[in-house]
């Protein structure tokens, strides 16, 4: 049913830099948290027999999107892991954008059953171990497709996957509807984006009440003006002029 991008095609590998996505190269110094967050998320995941995490935030524009394309991205480098990336920001997806692929078959449509299986909008990219799963705007209502019987068949359908595959999906902003909870009830654990300045510590504790019982695999902190890189990157682990000869 999800198949390895072969039907929906396949994207030609290009730099993505530019559009903030830096987890495939790993001589870019601004890969460095994103090979750290990938360390933690697979020991845990593996640790819990976990194959599905979510990312998500209280509120939009705070970086979900960008971590979850990088995680992913720095996950695909792995020589024993091929990385799925859903989209499931069915209102305001950016998954698309980011990759600039065109506009076609997505996740949408599996879920308003235009196609029957999801390889149909799978998009393979060249030359790496990762599969792009698209969402284009719908004027259906996107808890509704969420809850539907076509999104537990998807679901299931990851779980079913082999043990080599990690799948991970970019989720609405909790406080934005209802759509990430009703995706998180069926999957394994999600975790949470805060940018330093913006998120308040209430918001934080309630978008992660709000989403329980579903287990936070833990939260990363964007925009961290005293971290890394000292540009909108920042992780909070550190300057970076200490690492440009590292990985250069």
Known sequence: ML???ASGGTLSRADWSPRGVFGFNSHDSR??????????VLKIMQNNNW????????TPNVGKSFVASNLAASLSRIPSIHTLLFDFDLRRGSIAKTFEIEEGFGIESFLLGKINSLGD???????????????FTTEHSSAELLAGSRMRTLVQAMKNLPDN???????????????????LREIDAFI????EGKNTVKQVRDAIDLLQPTPCLGTVLNRYRGGF???????????????EAYYS
């Open 165 to 183: 595959m990690v799948c991970i999906c970019d989720l609405p902003p909790a406080f934005a509807n209802d759509d990430s909870a009703i995706v």
């Open 3 to 5: 198949g390895g991008g």
């Open 51 to 58: 194959r599905i995490v979510g990312v998500t935030s209280a």
């Open 192 to 195: 949470f984006v805060v940018e």
């Open 229 to 243: 890189g000292g540009d909108d990157y920042g992780f909070g682990y550190g300057t970076n002029r200490g690492y």
């Open 31 to 40: 890969s460095r948290p994103f090979n750290l967050l990938r360390s933690q």
């Open 121 to 135: 909008a799978a998009r393979e990219v060249a030359d790496t171990r990762m599969t792009i799963f698209p969402a």
